[in-house]
């Protein structure tokens, strides 16, 4: 699910664009599955995507890179600043927390 390469802390998303909000479901199979809600045009689901994810993990949009699907639901992340164990526990805390909501 995450890897640690030479860019950081690499994982694959699932995209839904058009949801009502935006919200990190859960895993589905290998990638981690968020729906955004924003359209798929002109980039703003990416932007979406990386400002949810910046801010759902504490850190700047800087710290996170798109490095593949820019036009598919299935993309690639690459985050810096933090580490496969920290980028876990906070998923993990997220959706134990969502579960019981």
Known sequence: M????????CFKVKVVPKAFQSEIVGWE???LKIRLAAVPEKGEANAKLLRHL????????????????ETSRHKR????????KEIQEKV???LEKRQFE
Do not use: H, M, P, R
């Open 2 to 9: 995450f890897q640690q390469t030479n860019q950081g802390v």
């Open 29 to 31: 199979n290998d990638e």
């Open 54 to 69: 910046a801010n759902f993990l504490g850190i700047s949009k800087t710290n996170i890179q798109l490095l593949s699907g």
């Open 77 to 84: 992340v690459c985050v810096t600043g933090l580490t496969v």
């Open 92 to 94: 993990q805390s997220y």
